[in-house]
């Protein structure tokens, strides 16, 4: 037991060594573990190397949306009819309500989505790597690797909705439903009439649902797909996420 115990100390102290020195094999390992943990079925090299071909080797400011399609087909979205919540501007709320209670699903619960969540990554040209620093901000380009990947997983999570879908959007902003977004300009615009019966707003943070954007919300969706809009305080969404006892459909 004693020399077992002794290997795999070793082998632990080896690997945080490695791990340590290179940035880019932290991020490999974290996200085939990630993978592994989530869905044991799941193969993750295949995963990898679906994710790596959208931008190893590329111009970080080249990587278009369509780079990531080998991703989707690789590890696609399952449908989840009723449960799916999309949002704008409402990530902390959105994820401090679905954190403490099972009834809605984000894109971030996804394997896709809570595995690159919050992470930055890019290639170089004439290199094989994954860098996690130096790549290219926001701002100074739009085809870069993280923003393409949130587009391209969004369109997927999006063509998968069904039944009543709920979108958590902002009050608190000039513009709740910005047609900038992503929401607005990848997701709203492929939800199908045919898989939704309706598309449902919970606005936070201030009551806002007679904001005048909304109404290109209601002209962007489907025909067939019924519109509502609710506006819920937050104390509200406090006590339901404190209550298992309130049933999810009655939360708002
Ligand atoms: O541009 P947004 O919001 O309207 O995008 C949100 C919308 C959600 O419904 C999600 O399904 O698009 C999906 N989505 C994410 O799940 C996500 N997680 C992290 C889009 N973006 C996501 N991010 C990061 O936040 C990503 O970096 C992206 O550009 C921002 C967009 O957030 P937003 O402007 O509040």
């Keep these: 037991v004693i020399v077992v115990l002794i290997v795999i100390v070793i082998i632990a102290v080896v690997l945080g060594l490695t791990l340590r020195q290179n940035k880019m094999v932290l991020f490999q390992h974290f996200f085939i573990c990630c993978f592994c943990i989530f869905r044991c079925t799941t193969d993750c090299q295949k995963v990898w190397d679906a994710f790596e071909q959208a931008y190893v080797n590329k ?3 080249k990587v278009a949306v369509e780079a990531y399609d080998p991703l989707i087909v690789a590890a696609p979205f399952k449908p989840q ?5 999309f949002w704008s501007k409402t990530k902390d709320v959105v994820h401090g309500f679905t954190e403490k209670r099972d009834c809605f699903v984000t894109l971030e619960d996804t ?15 004439g290199s094989k790597g994954t860098f996690t620093t130096g790549c290219p901000g926001w701002s100074k380009c739009k085809n870069n690797p993280v923003l393409s990947f949130w587009r391209r997983i969004s369109a997927a999570f999006a063509d998968v909705a069904c039944g009543n879908v709920t979108a ?3 009050g608190s902003i000039d513009t709740p439903f910005n047609s900038t977004s992503i929401f607005a300009s990848i997701e709203v615009v492929r939800f199908q009439a045919s898989r939704i019966k309706s598309l449902n707003v919970v606005m936070v943070l201030q009551s806002n649902c007679t904001d005048s954007s909304l109404n290109n919300l209601r002209q962007s969706l489907d025909t067939g797909i019924t519109y509502s809009c609710k506006d819920v305080h937050e104390s509200r969404i406090q006590e339901c996420g404190a209550k298992p006892e309130i049933a999810c459909g009655a939360c708002w």
Aim: charged fraction near 20%.
């Design 59 to 61: 111009d970080p400011c």
């Design 168 to 170: 958590m959007l902002s």
């Design 81 to 85: 009819c009723n449960r799916m919540i």
């Design 111 to 125: 394997l896709l989505g809570s595995v690159l969540d919050g992470l930055t990554w890019c290639g170089k040209e």
